[in-house]
């Protein structure tokens, strides 16, 4: 069931040398990539602001004002208040930090555990990789929201366990993906010659495969924090994810916010456009991330 | 190639199995059961005589091997039973809202398509010029907006702008068609326009590993027009990850647009399935998760199968 | 800015606009009668979930009152001009009479009622429904069984008449002859199967069963031989099935329903307000519906009672029903009883009650030295479970996890899925949560019965077992002097939310009905149970 052909051969990365190195090519990314450039400057912004929340947002996001409800953008609060009279901005900015918590955590487990699985799945070969294979089909055939919804209702709400209920369907996409890399680097002669050489798996599959698959790693890497935001922000709009009073960009777009759109479109359109502008610029850096990785990769 | 062909299907019924086995018992490790829900909540008078009885009456009184050997047996009869909610027979439940989730897939696909394979051609075309960025734009807004919000957006302007809203009840096709696409056009736009940001994506891509070939390079002093038809017939294989993209969102939209279908209030299977696993409905939920895993794991044999006429290595494998 | 400024102050405009025909509501009550109804049209609402079966002995949901009810008749029911919703009128009875003691209770049926199969109802298909519900076999369920405890026999001497044995005298039992769920089921079909209800319709009501399309609508048309001449005045009726409740607003909006018979929130009510203009009028109600905070006895420190005290201290509920009301489906401060209605204690003697004082900084000062008495640390935490349904769970647990806050509690909101939440209270897998009750009239034994002790009540989540409490209830619910029995449910409501603190109230629903000013007849009542048979329904040009 695999899908995406096998790909072409992968050459080593090269050693990196020194900081300097990486200037440049950093600036040759911003040159060559614009709007990946752009993606990477907002996404770094998001961090920047989730990390220091607390030293950012002018009100506590949790702080309930029965005056001020409903309030319009105004000098004190510039993005407005919801229907509690909480500061919608502050809101917004303690809710990227769950938001990049949730993305983060979810595109890293994500990635990283089906990447494990893949270049296993490809190493061993055989009867290890057939039962592997099969394992993620089964997986990849399970609805996602069945998925979700049972992990939800098992281990209960609350953002580690929405961490857990999202990044599991990717396991077995990000597998899928990394075995077909990890298995045309198999054939490469070096890996071969390690094998005669004696060297014990482990080493092999860290200081051989690993390395060669890490293009496709960060690729799936950066793709999945978009999606894992947009999953978060859908299982919570849906009453699954994070509860209230937990600043989160999804709790803000659900039940008040809809009712008040007309009154009150302050409430639905910041955090719709906080969710989009995140999600979009993963993406935008992502693909250009892709674009300058590998161009022989292009087949995913 | 019938080798092939039968001994792919063959693989597809351990796969089932696994699905079949993991949701009996995954839906029985869900906390709460369908009677708790049923005989509780805003209504006082609960009682747990009642609990018992109705627990009796849906056989969940009984060791969960039997439950599993009543389920299984059922399975591989193809009958699914009755929903332990409504009572009636699930096929007729899933019949029911099956027509509207099926069209509603095929006229989103149709968007998508539309949508998608003239706009990735021409992005790769004008490669790194103006016209490429705002595809690219446009395609990864699509990817960037919740389904959700989309779906608000649109109903909230019909109804602001137009003092207008869609039908409430779906029509048949062939009963009245104007009925029909009313209803459906807008969520069929909402979500083929998220789901065609993929496909341009793959569509671009593909495009552009095809004018790297270098016939089709040296070509370069042409316009192109004739770009495009040089590169005709190497775009048909090129074209293989693109129809994967879109048989795979396909199989996910029967069944997979929980949102969508509550925001345009449409009787479909996601909204279905949702309903089942908050009630509990053990055989209902296990028929339909059932259901979607089939679809899934059918539309991915054929696109292997797609794969392997085109590339007859594949077979061999 | 400017423009969104200019429109808070329509906004502005229009709520006290509002509040302008509602006050005209309240004042000229029986200025719609004079109106003379006019026949023909079809009904549309909206219905916002479906029920399990068509078996309304067994269901515990609106979803299957609002779209069945028209089609069947009941032994009594309460008077749909009525507001508050407690007086009964006869419906298949056409008279009745309490012999003194209060144990015998005899019901003159009315003759000349069919079916819609076309057969007569007689006193023996009223037995045969109330045996269903009383005594039902071992495989039938009734929903509601529990509050005929007090029936000892139920007889049909002859056709017209049924009589009502009691073990003893019971308070409420003409509000529970009048229950809106106890549909009179032909006694021929029962003796067959006791379950062919659940699958089939058939009753003997003003509008007769057309179809179920499941998961999008309901419809029924006018029965031409309904026993009450002249009536039903519509044609027809059909319920849409709409689940989410942006749709459901917009149905309105868009004048593709005519009303919801649940109820919106203040929001919605204005949105549709704002669009329809004069094509729309909203009748509001208090709702005999509450959010309660129950508090597990059996996890420390909740066992005991000074924590939670502090918990109900801790709540300005003046303050939080002026500010809730704006956006959620909650308002009047109240008590066991819904505020205004013959047995609610009155406002002022309300205030002596912890938690219900107007003087909310002593109240906190006093919550904060109970915890500090129970040992209970500063800055203690602790979970909320609470129901995901946002309207009004979610609104009222910020508005609780807030107020705990402010005398130094840290309350874990965990929202969770209905099924779950209602398993976890259940097997008191919990601390502290937001739980619920709804009854279908105002009656004492209805809203009270939940917090009896374990054992006796199915749904006491607090797991706790108060012999006085339970002594209390039985008092009330056999006085028949109405003066004795608000002296027991005071008693009652005293030492349940304030002296052992067992369960406490946060506030009252409010029921917020916008409709089309073409549905006339119509009056809310404080139950969404009640007042659905649609028969003095009728639609204006």
């Known amino acids: 069931m695999a899908v995406g052909r096998p790909v072409e051969a992968v050459a080593e990365i090269p050693e990196v040398a020194g900081r300097r190195r990486w200037l440049a090519v950093v600036s040759e990314f911003c040159r060559k990539r614009p709007l990946g450039a752009v993606g990477a400057a907002v996404v770094l912004i998001n961090v920047v602001v989730g990390?220091?929340?607390?030293?950012?947002?002018?009100?506590?996001?949790?702080?309930?004002?029965?005056?001020?409800?409903?309030?319009?953008?105004?000098?004190?609060?510039?993005?407005?208040?919801?229907?509690?009279?909480?500061?919608?901005?502050?809101?917004?900015?303690?809710?990227?930090?769950?938001?990049?918590?949730?993305?983060?955590?979810?595109?890293?487990?994500?990635a990283t555990v089906g990447a494990v699985i893949g270049v296993a799945s490809a190493y061993f070969a055989g009867k290890v990789d057939l039962i592997l294979q099969r394992v993620m089909d089964i997986f990849l055939a399970f609805p996602l929201i069945i998925l979700a919804l049972a992990v939800v209702s098992i281990l209960g709400t609350g953002i580690g366990n929405v961490i857990i209920a999202i990044a599991i369907?990717?396991?077995?996409?990000?597998?899928?993906?990394?075995?077909?890399?990890?298995?045309?680097?198999?054939?490469?002669?070096?890996?071969?010659?390690?094998?005669?050489?004696?060297?014990?798996?482990?080493?092999?599959?860290?200081?051989?495969?690993?390395?060669?698959?890490?293009?496709?790693?960060?690729?799936?890497?950066?793709?999945?924090?978009?999606?894992?935001?947009?999953?978060?922000?859908?299982?919570?709009?849906?009453?699954?994810?994070?509860?209230?009073?937990?600043?989160?960009?999804?709790?803000?777009?659900?039940?008040?916010?809809?009712?008040?759109?007309e009154t009150a479109p302050w409430m639905a359109i910041f955090p719709g456009l906080a969710i989009s502008l995140a999600v979009f610029a993963f993406n935008l850096f992502g693909d250009s991330l892709r674009d300058a990785l590998d161009p022989r990769l292009r087949a995913q | 190639m019938t080798r092939y062909i039968v001994k792919r299907l063959l693989l597809m019924i351990p796969t089932l199995l696994s699905v079949a086995v993991i949701i009996f018992f995954l839906m029985r490790i869900v906390p709460g059961d369908i009677v708790e829900l049923r005989?509780?909540?805003?209504?006082?008078?609960?009682?747990?005589?009642?609990?018992?009885?109705?627990?009796?009456?849906?056989?969940?009184?009984?060791?969960?091997?039997?439950?599993?050997?009543?389920?299984?047996?059922?399975?591989?009869?193809?009958?699914?039973?009755?929903?332990?909610?409504?009572?009636?027979?699930?096929?007729?439940?899933?019949?029911?809202?099956?027509?509207?989730?099926?069209?509603?897939?095929?006229?989103?696909?149709?968007?998508?398509?539309?949508?998608?394979?003239?706009?990735?051609?021409?992005?790769?075309?004008?490669?790194?010029?103006?016209?490429?960025?705002?595809?690219?734009?446009?395609?990864?807004?699509?990817?960037?907006?919740?389904?959700?919000?989309?779906?608000?957006?649109?109903?909230?302007?019909?109804?602001?702008?137009?003092?207008?809203?869609?039908?409430?009840?779906?029509?048949?096709?062939?009963?009245?068609?104007?009925?029909?696409?009313?209803?459906?056009?807008?969520?069929?736009?909402?979500?083929?326009?998220?789901?065609?940001?993929?496909?341009?994506?793959?569509?671009?891509?593909?495009?552009?590993?095809?004018?790297?070939?270098?016939?089709?390079?040296?070509?370069?002093?042409?316009?192109?027009?004739?770009?495009?038809?040089?590169?005709?017939?190497?775009?048909k294989n090129a074209m293989l990850p693109v129809l994967t993209v879109i048989a795979l969102e396909f199989a996910f939209l029967i069944g997979g647009l929980v949102v969508t279908e509550q925001v345009f209030n449409l009787n479909g299977l996601g909204l279905l399935f949702v309903e089942a696993i908050g009630h509990r409905d053990y055989t209902l939920t296990q028929a339909l998760v059932m259901l979607v895993a089939f679809v899934f794991i059918f539309v991915n044999f054929l696109v292997d199968l797609a794969y392997a006429w085109l590339d007859p290595r594949i077979r061999f494998r | 800015m400017t423009r969104v400024r200019f429109r808070t102050s329509t906004l502005r405009a229009l709520i006290a606009g509002v509040a302008g025909v509602m006050s005209m509501l309240f004042t000229t009550a029986g200025g719609e009668a004079q109106d003379k109804p006019r026949y023909g049209g079809e009904l549309v609402f909206v219905v916002p979930t479906e029920p399990a079966s068509y078996d309304a002995h067994r269901e515990g949901t609106f979803a299957l009152v609002h779209p069945?009810?028209?089609?069947?008749?009941?032994?009594?029911?309460?008077?749909?001009?009525?507001?508050?919703?407690?007086?009964?009128?006869?419906?298949?009875?056409?008279?009745?009479?309490?012999?003194?003691?209060?144990?015998?209770?005899?019901?003159?049926?009315?003759?000349?009622?069919?079916?819609?199969?076309?057969?007569?109802?007689?006193?023996?298909?009223?037995?045969?429904?109330?045996?269903?519900?009383?005594?039902?076999?071992?495989?039938?369920v009734s929903f509601r069984k529990g509050q005929y405890t007090a029936v000892e026999a139920i007889e049909a001497p002859d056709p017209s008449t049924v009589i009502f044995r009691l073990k003893w005298p019971a308070a409420s039992m003409i509000t529970a002859l009048a229950s809106p769920f106890n549909w009179i089921y032909k006694a021929d079909i029962l003796a067959k199967d006791m379950h062919w209800y659940e699958t089939h319709v058939m009753g003997s009501g003003p509008f007769v069963f057309?179809?179920?399309?499941?998961?999008?609508?309901?419809?029924?048309?006018?029965?031409?031989?309904?026993?009450?001449?002249?009536?039903?005045?519509?044609?027809?009726?059909?319920?849409?099935?709409?689940?989410?409740?942006?749709?459901?607003?917009?149905?309105v909006r868009a004048e593709r329903a005519h009303i919801q018979f649940r109820g919106f929130t203040p929001a919605e009510r204005d949105s549709i307000v704002q669009a329809l203009g004069p094509k729309a009028t909203v009748q509001e109600s208090p709702w005999d519906c509450v959010l309660l905070v129950g508090m597990n006895h059996e996890k420390k420190p909740w066992d005991d009672k000074r924590a939670r005290k502090a918990l109900t201290l801790a709540l300005d509920r003046y303050q939080g029903s002026q500010a809730?009301?704006?956006?959620?489906?909650?308002?009047?401060?109240?008590?066991?009883?819904?505020?205004?209605?013959?047995?609610?204690?009155?406002?002022?003697?309300?205030?002596?009650?912890?938690?219900?004082?107007?003087?909310?900084?002593?109240?906190?000062?006093?919550?904060?030295?109970?915890?500090?008495?129970?040992?209970?640390?500063?800055?203690?935490?602790?979970?909320?479970?609470?129901?995901?349904?946002?309207?009004?769970?979610?609104a009222v647990a910020i508005w609780l996890v807030d107020q705990w806050r402010q005398i130094g509690l840290q309350a874990r909101h965990e929202f969770i899925e209905s099924t779950k939440w209602e398993a976890d209270l259940r097997e008191g897998n919990y601390e502290v949560a937001v739980d619920t009750q709804c009854s279908y009239a105002v009656d004492p034994d209805l809203d009270l019965y939940k917090f009896q002790s374990m054992g006796i009540s199915?749904?006491?989540?607090?797991?706790?077992?108060?012999?006085?409490?339970?002594?209390?209830?039985?008092?009330?619910?056999?006085?028949?002097?109405?003066?004795?029995?608000?002296?027991?449910?005071?008693?009652?409501?005293?030492?349940?939310?304030?002296?052992e603190a067992h369960y406490f109230y946060t506030l009252q629903w409010h029921r917020i009905i916008p409709h089309s000013v073409k549905l006339r007849g119509w009056t809310v009542t404080p139950s969404h149970y009640l007042n659905n048979q649609l028969d003095t329904v009728w639609l204006s040009e």
């Open chain 3, 324 to 394: 809730l009301s704006k956006i959620a489906v909650v308002k009047s401060v109240g008590g066991v009883q819904v505020p205004g209605t013959p047995f609610a204690t009155p406002p002022e003697e309300l205030e002596k009650l912890a938690g219900y004082s107007r003087d909310i900084a002593k109240s906190r000062a006093e919550a904060r030295r109970l915890l500090k008495e129970a040992g209970v640390p500063d800055n203690f935490s602790f979970g909320l479970k609470n129901r995901n349904v946002p309207m009004p769970y979610e």
């Open chain 3, 68 to 140: 069945l009810a028209p089609v069947y008749s009941t032994l009594l029911r309460f008077d749909p001009t009525d507001r508050t919703g407690t007086k009964v009128i006869g419906d298949l009875a056409e008279s009745w009479t309490v012999a003194k003691d209060g144990r015998t209770y005899t019901f003159k049926i009315r003759r000349g009622v069919k079916f819609h199969d076309g057969s007569d109802l007689t006193s023996k298909d009223v037995k045969a429904s109330y045996d269903k519900i009383v005594n039902p076999p071992a495989d039938v």
């Open chain 2, 39 to 235: 005989f509780a909540g805003e209504s006082a008078y609960a009682q747990k005589e009642n609990l018992d009885k109705e627990r009796a009456r849906l056989g969940l009184d009984k060791p969960i091997w039997t439950q599993f050997v009543t389920w299984m047996g059922g399975l591989l009869r193809l009958d699914f039973g009755t929903s332990m909610w409504t009572g009636a027979p699930i096929s007729e439940e899933i019949r029911l809202r099956f027509a509207l989730s099926l069209q509603l897939a095929i006229m989103a696909t149709i968007v998508a398509i539309l949508l998608a394979i003239p706009l990735g051609v021409i992005a790769a075309l004008r490669q790194d010029t103006w016209v490429d960025y705002a595809v690219r734009i446009m395609s990864i807004a699509g990817l960037a907006t919740p389904s959700f919000w989309l779906g608000i957006v649109f109903i909230l302007g019909l109804l602001i702008i137009f003092k207008w809203l869609p039908p409430m009840v779906y029509t048949p096709f062939w009963v009245n068609p104007v009925q029909n696409l009313a209803q459906l056009i807008w969520p069929a736009l909402a979500v083929g326009y998220r789901y065609s940001a993929v496909a341009t994506r793959m569509t671009r891509s593909a495009m552009l590993e095809v004018l790297r070939e270098d016939y089709i390079r040296t070509a370069r002093a042409k316009g192109l027009w004739e770009k495009l038809i040089l590169s005709r017939h190497a775009l």
């Open chain 3, 210 to 251: 057309v179809e179920h399309v499941k998961g999008a609508y309901w419809a029924g048309k006018k029965n031409p031989s309904y026993w009450d001449k002249g009536k039903p005045y519509l044609d027809s009726y059909r319920a849409l099935v709409v689940k989410d409740g942006n749709a459901q607003v917009a149905a």
């Open chain 1, 51 to 110: 990390l220091g929340a607390n030293v950012i947002a002018p009100y506590d996001p949790v702080a309930t004002d029965y005056g001020a409800m409903l309030a319009p953008p105004s000098a004190s609060h510039w993005l407005g208040t919801d229907a509690f009279g909480r500061d919608v901005l502050s809101r917004i900015i303690y809710g990227s930090r769950t938001a990049m918590l949730v993305g983060f955590a979810c595109a890293f487990l994500g």
């Open chain 1, 169 to 261: 369907p990717m396991i077995p996409r990000a597998a899928l993906v990394t075995r077909s890399s990890a298995l045309a680097i198999r054939e490469m002669p070096y890996v071969d010659a390690a094998r005669a050489a004696g060297f014990r798996h482990r080493r092999i599959i860290l200081r051989h495969m690993l390395p060669n698959v890490m293009a496709p790693y960060l690729i799936m890497l950066t793709a999945y924090l978009g999606q894992a935001i947009l999953a978060e922000a859908s299982l919570t709009f849906l009453g699954l994810g994070v509860s209230e009073p937990t600043p989160a960009w999804g709790l803000m777009l659900r039940g008040a916010a809809v009712q008040f759109a």
């Open chain 3, 458 to 499: 199915g749904n006491n989540y607090g797991r706790y077992v108060d012999k006085v409490l339970d002594d209390l209830y039985q008092k009330q619910s056999r006085a028949l002097d109405a003066e004795e029995r608000k002296k027991w449910v005071r008693d009652f409501e005293r030492r349940l939310v304030d002296e």
